[in-house]
């Protein structure tokens, strides 16, 4: 029986992206690890492991080419060997600005995290849906999930382009899981909350200026009280909600949600 995995994970190099990388490297899988830079240990764990590994160092503030690079990808795997029976898109890169107004934002910066965290996945969304679907769909469990926060569920001041960012991520979710319901064989989609972790991300809003962001206590405060999961426990969760048989059906979701 055809048990292989194929999985496209962005911001692969640090964080909850790296914590993912490490169990998606199983025997017999490809794994697509997307981010600015290589970690060489990926590579030394996936031959361990009897895993395939293709690393690409990308920025994904420039978008257009990664997500033609993807789909040429995706047609020469298809051409090279059988549909795997699973793929996945796991959209997890993201770019935090500042923790302040948005008016002290250069307009660089404001751009870049947009085109990484919502710009980015539609393209590469897009890419991976028209290689594995369209005309000739493989035939496959295909599944994409997009790696939301409660930010894109409830404002938070000195975050608006955080929030903007998973709001939208959202939505996009909501509006392609109809799309793709409308197709024999679509893929399912998730915009997933993962809880609070200790990332960079939390380093940089508790150590923020409590003068320019108002909600800098409360995050040192989830700090000291030891109320965030390592970027370990929060991956095992994400990656055991990708794999369950009712994924898909709420579109927007939490891990912390029961089920």
């Known amino acids: 029986m055809n048990d292989?995995?194929?999985?496209?994970?962005?911001?692969?190099s640090r964080g909850l992206g790296r914590a993912m990388a490490e169990p998606l490297l199983q025997p017999g899988s490809t794994l697509l690890a997307l981010a600015r830079q290589p970690v060489p240990?990926?590579?030394?764990?996936?031959?361990?492991?009897?895993?395939?590994?293709?690393?690409?160092?990308?920025d994904l503030a420039e978008p257009a080419p990664v997500a033609a690079r993807l789909s040429a990808w995706l047609v020469a795997q298809r051409?090279?060997?059988?549909?795997?029976?699973?793929?996945?898109?796991?959209?997890?890169?993201?770019?935090?600005?500042?923790?302040?107004?948005i008016d002290a934002l250069p307009a660089a910066e404001l751009a870049a995290a947009l085109r990484v965290g919502l710009e980015a996945p539609m393209l590469l969304t897009a890419a991976f849906l028209a290689a594995t679907g369209g005309p000739v769909p493989w035939c496959a469990d295909r599944r994409v999930l997009f790696i939301s926060s409660g930010l894109g569920r409830r404002a938070m001041a000195g975050s608006a382009p955080y929030c903007a960012v998973k709001g939208g991520?959202?939505?996009?979710?909501?509006?392609?899981?109809?799309?793709?319901?409308?197709?024999?064989?679509g893929a399912r989609v998730v915009s997933l909350a993962p809880g609070v972790i200790d990332t960079d991300m939390q380093v940089q809003l508790?150590?923020?200026?409590?003068?320019?962001?108002?909600?800098?206590?409360?995050?040192?405060?989830?700090?000291?009280?030891?109320?965030l999961d390592s970027p370990a426990m929060a991956a095992a969760k994400v990656l055991h909600y990708l794999e369950r048989a009712d994924f898909g059906q709420q579109v927007t979701a939490d891990v912390r949600d029961p089920g």
């Open 4 to 12: 292989a995995s194929l999985v496209i994970l962005t911001g692969a």
């Open 41 to 58: 240990e990926l590579a030394a764990l996936a031959a361990q492991r009897g895993a395939t590994l293709e690393s690409w160092a990308v």
């Open 79 to 101: 051409a090279a060997a059988p549909a795997p029976a699973r793929v996945r898109l796991i959209h997890n890169a993201a770019l935090l600005t500042a923790p302040g107004p």
């Open 169 to 185: 991520l959202d939505h996009f979710a909501r509006a392609l899981a109809l799309d793709e319901a409308a197709h024999p064989g």
């Open 206 to 227: 508790r150590g923020a200026d409590a003068a320019r962001f108002a909600e800098q206590a409360r995050f040192a405060e989830l700090h000291r009280s030891g109320a």
